[in-house]
């Protein structure tokens, strides 16, 4: 059985982590992109929506499942929306540390030898090595959270819940 290299799909951001996950290509194989909600048979189930549309579905559903104001999570939406392939007509990376988009170079971290990251950003990773190299994910949790609950108008906890399962999906804390 081929192994599912869990990512996130690329028109609505949730997580694929089974092969129930991702959505379907005309030939019946798998996307490599999106969900089997945003995408079935070599379509978009819904080829007609907007960003604006999607943000709003979705801050509706972050809105009730972590405890943010509408408006706040429906703008969140649409920030994270806009670095996906669906919607920013290319695949930007995203750091495998704390999940920042790399779209501009100077987002990058850098290597030994100067050169960019293609992993990870500049807040993350410099020379080659990681700014915390002892930095854990559950301190990386502490960390972010109330920066997120403060951004977003959330409850800390709630915040934290939200990191923790953003996180968990990032390379450098499954490895």
């Given at each position: 059985m081929k192994e599912i290299v869990?990512?996130?799909c690329q028109s609505c951001g949730m997580p694929m982590r089974t092969e129930a996950d991702f959505g379907t290509e005309a030939d019946g194989e798998k996307s490599k992109d999106y969900c089997t909600y945003c995408y079935q048979n070599g379509a978009f189930t819904e080829p007609g929506i907007t960003i604006d549309m999607m943000a709003e579905k979705g801050g509706a559903i972050f809105s009730r499942m972590f405890d943010i104001p509408r408006e706040?999570?429906?703008?969140?939406?649409k920030e994270q929306l806009s670095c996906l392939k669906r919607w920013a007509g290319r695949e930007i990376a995203f750091c495998e540390s704390c999940g920042m988009p790399l779209a501009r170079d100077e987002d990058a971290g850098t290597e030994a030898d100067g050169s960019q990251s293609a992993r990870y950003c500049i807040y993350c990773y410099r020379g080659g090595a990681f700014v915390e190299p002892e930095l854990t994910e559950e301190?990386?949790?502490e960390k972010y959270a109330p920066m997120m609950a403060e951004h977003l108008g959330m409850p800390v906890e709630k915040a934290r819940e939200?990191?923790?399962q953003y996180l968990s999906t990032l390379p450098r804390w499954r490895e």
């Amino acid at each position: 059985m081929k192994e599912i290299v869990a990512k996130s799909c690329q028109s609505c951001g949730m997580p694929m982590r089974t092969e129930a996950d991702f959505g379907t290509e005309a030939d019946g194989e798998k996307s490599k992109d999106y969900c089997t909600y945003c995408y079935q048979n070599g379509a978009f189930t819904e080829p007609g929506i907007t960003i604006d549309m999607m943000a709003e579905k979705g801050g509706a559903i972050f809105s009730r499942m972590f405890d943010i104001p509408r408006e706040n999570a429906k703008a969140f939406c649409k920030e994270q929306l806009s670095c996906l392939k669906r919607w920013a007509g290319r695949e930007i990376a995203f750091c495998e540390s704390c999940g920042m988009p790399l779209a501009r170079d100077e987002d990058a971290g850098t290597e030994a030898d100067g050169s960019q990251s293609a992993r990870y950003c500049i807040y993350c990773y410099r020379g080659g090595a990681f700014v915390e190299p002892e930095l854990t994910e559950e301190t990386a949790v502490e960390k972010y959270a109330p920066m997120m609950a403060e951004h977003l108008g959330m409850p800390v906890e709630k915040a934290r819940e939200m990191v923790r399962q953003y996180l968990s999906t990032l390379p450098r804390w499954r490895e």
